[in-house]
């Protein structure tokens, strides 16, 4: 009897073994958490109920987004999130862990390769950036090679998903592919920025002799039906997660919308309400992108609370840029779409960069927690692989980004001698506007500095007291410009980021620190 | 020590539970064999190197398929598969299990929904056909609903990858998509039959404004390179089969060739030497969309070498109907293509349905074996179920194809009883060709009943003797006309078999037995 028993109790520490350690899969599927990235495509920080700043907007008001409400009170609020003023750095540095400065993808990547989607100018020259994008194989031109961490976590044991709008690298290389960055599925993810059609009636841009490079692909099951593009994608990415969940696989879910990006088009299930308030029509036809975009985050937690996995999965919600507010693709003023914050996308005024942030894991992450902490969307690199458990990952690059799982502990959690960046030297847009065009900038505690290009100009803010970025403080703080100036360049130089070339003299635009 | 001793025993008895029973995935990837199909879009049964008649035909001269030979020498050949007289027909067989009578899907289907791809006709009205292909969830208008196996082997614990032409249903309806089959990766299938392209040059087919239903998705990778599409689906689903193997896990590859399908392209790789033989032009091109399949199949079967899984891997090579013999879409004289056979696709006679066949399975499957039992592509189904071990699997069909696994065995295993129906009650070009439009037959043992539903003549021929189809034997042996027709008209009653209508009398095309 006491060998039965000795057998037992060792028995079941070899029991425990195999099943935890030995086997991949078994053991991941107990003990590592499933992931849901929820990336929301130029998404501003105002648009939506949740209010992102002290009190709630005009903008929070008319928006309606029951569901991140929800997760806003489940979890963790981030209002300080900053992604890279437009969609392709900042997919690239959530891919790299890499700053937009450092990886060189600093503006979007054309479908077609070696097409450079900068606009022409008169005083400067092309900047020689990463034209082509992101590469998970080296050697290919005009792209930064790098380990994407979808490949680490497939390694891991996950069961990497891909849904929605990928737009990483140009048509004939390899990052083109979701595949190769390390999704096992990818359904609808290609080489373009933004869908041709949210309409399955237009097969959304699918027509034989109509299509553009935009035509999102693998969605025909919905060609000629009413399924909006944003539903059909939540359909299909729960399709795809029954899967793993019946292996008991853990999952990474890239749920990238192709919502709420232009053509701004009706989302007939929402978009009446929004008529009969009088919003401008386009706002209108905007606002129901929102809701669908919203709807699609509720249906995807009511499945997670249906399989009984929500308490395992944790789900973090961003937008890869600022809200538009160019004329005429908006309605209202220009540059009013994302008030209080000035300007919008493609600038690096806040309005451009600071993006809606929620990170909900039942039991994990406090309830109806605010952090302040400033974050970038490179952490999401480090922190999503230690939330799997990776640890000393093989990459061929150095990474940028911080892990913001102490922020997910403490909410409270305070680092302000942390420096962000951003480098934009690009033409984004035929004439220059707020913070758009040929700027970089830096912010370290509550001070900003915006560098002009162009033309050198530096101002300061101090976002706590001046969240609208209206009063430029250099003149006062000459010291706090010098200091960011210096500490901007030293980035830029260490990164070896890329400056436009001055025509007249055929120089790179100088650092910052330089003038 | 006794003690010691006893408790390592009993101990290794639970690892082994453990390890390969209770865990679904380790049990799987140790005991369960891998599965490639290998299916070629319109590929003759002449249209290789490997002889599946007695003799080397000048066709098999022509054709170099070294691949084909290799695997004809490591594994069984069947000189008797037969598919369906199109591909929609064919491919709908495989994944459910059921004769073209049956499911209903008897003509290839449009990319567009509740669009009849039948040719006009002035005697007969089009037959209610399931003119939307399969479906995998009911009540879909025209489709037959029915448990794709892919499904099952999903369910099994098999990763599940469909890699090429997928044409199971029209786009709008859930078939249309391959992941609603069951396919955990899909790469490149939708709803369309060949590609607008094989060139990524072309983007093969996707270059704004001009792509076709037919533009090939999801290559984004290998647009504007010199990938010929054979190619860029190879290196796809290489790259695809990669996590399964890491992660020990069964897999199914569902590796359906565009080639050698319509528009016949020339493969650059290989085409020179066709036309340096003074081949006509498009011969030679076709026979480097066959040369460049048969490299696929090579490169395939070279990396499971290289990752040491070949022995654990079956591979099964069909075509999915027989060789185009149409004019001018293919060179030489018309329906000389298939010779000995006569016709070619669309026909019922052993030119359009009768199909290479070769299955390997080192050291279960009896190398360098000939099989003389007739198959048809139904057969598959119940065979990869058995080869997967799924017993007793809940199916919404009833299923008509019989396992041929006792063929694997045994490569002298003979059923003449059984007999084999096709059933084409469509109109596939616009002016009748030979067995082609209005057809069905019936075989049975040697003997071989062919039905024209329009006129109502019977022609019977006796296929060891005379494999060409030449020689009618209908009025020397009448009780044997008598008898098929019998056995036609009952199947084809027993499964709900539709017929055209005709026009003057408003009354269906009666079954053989009735005229």
């Known amino acids: 009897m006491n060998c039965s028993f000795k057998f037992s109790a060792k028995l079941i520490v070899y029991l425990f073994f195999l099943l935890f350690v030995c086997n991949p899969n078994s053991s991941l599927g107990q003990s590592k958490p499933n992931i849901i990235l929820f990336l929301i495509d130029d998404m501003g920080w105002q648009d939506c109920s949740v209010p992102f700043d002290q009190t709630k907007s005009p903008l929070n008001q008319r928006y309606h987004t029951p569901n991140m409400e929800k997760m806003a009170s489940q979890g963790m609020k981030f209002t300080n999130a900053y992604a890279t003023p437009v969609c392709t750095p900042t997919r690239t540095s959530l891919l790299t862990g890499m700053n937009a400065a450092h990886h060189g993808v600093t503006n979007w990547t054309s479908p077609q390769r070696n097409t450079n989607s900068d606009n022409p100018d008169a005083q400067l020259q092309a900047v020689d950036w990463n034209m082509n994008g992101l590469s998970p194989v080296p050697n290919i031109s005009k792209t930064v090679y790098a380990t994407p961490f979808p490949k680490l976590l497939a390694q891991a044991g996950y069961y990497t998903i891909h849904v929605g709008k990928a737009h990483w690298a140009s048509m004939g290389t390899p990052g083109a592919n979701p595949y190769n960055m390390g999704f096992q599925v990818n359904i609808a993810g290609h080489a373009a920025g933004h869908p041709q059609s949210y309409l399955g009636k237009d097969n959304y841009g699918n027509l034989p002799g109509k299509a553009s490079a935009q035509a999102v692909p ?24 029954e899967q793993p969940v019946k292996n008991k696989q853990p999952f990474f879910l890239n749920m990238a919308h192709y919502a709420v990006h232009t053509p701004i088009m009706a989302d007939k299930r929402f978009v009446q309400k929004y008529y009969d308030q009088g919003l401008d029509s386009t706002e209108a036809r905007y606002a129901s992108l929102v809701e669908g975009m919203d709807k699609s985050l509720g249906d995807l937690m009511q499945w997670l609370d249906q399989k009984g996995i929500a308490s395992n999965t944790i789900i973090m919600f961003i937008s890869d840029n600022g809200g538009l507010s160019l004329k005429p693709q908006r ?38 927690s605010i952090a302040k902490q400033y974050v970038i969307v490179e952490d999401f690199f480090p922190s999503i692989l230690a939330l799997a458990g990776i640890n000393n990952p093989k990459l061929v690059q150095t990474i940028d980004g911080k892990s913001f799982l102490p922020v997910l502990k403490n909410p409270l959690f305070q680092d302000s001698t942390r420096s962000l960046v951003w480098h934009y030297p690009n033409k984004w847009i035929p004439n220059d506007g707020p913070g758009i065009n040929y700027f970089s900038a830096i912010r370290q505690g509550n001070w900003k500095l915006v560098y002009n290009q162009r033309n050198g100009r530096k101002e300061l803010y101090h976002l706590s007291k001046d969240l609208g970025e209206t009063n430029d403080l250099s003149n006062e703080f000459p010291n706090k410009v010098q200091a960011l100036s210096q500490l901007l360049s030293q980035q830029l130089t260490h990164w070896k980021a890329k400056m436009p070339i001055v025509i007249s003299t055929g120089k790179p635009v100088p650092f910052p620190s330089e003038r």
Do not use: C
């Open 331 to 368: 309605g209202g003023a220009a540059h009013s779409q994302n008030l209080p914050l000035r300007a919008g996308k493609g600038s690096v005024y806040e309005g451009g960069i600071r993006i809606p942030m929620l990170v909900q894991w039942p039991n994990k992450v406090p309830a109806n």
């Open 218 to 241: 693998d969605l025909e099951e919905y060609f000629g039906t009413d399924s909006f593009l944003t539903e059909a994608l939540t359909l299909e990415a729960i399709k795809a997660l």
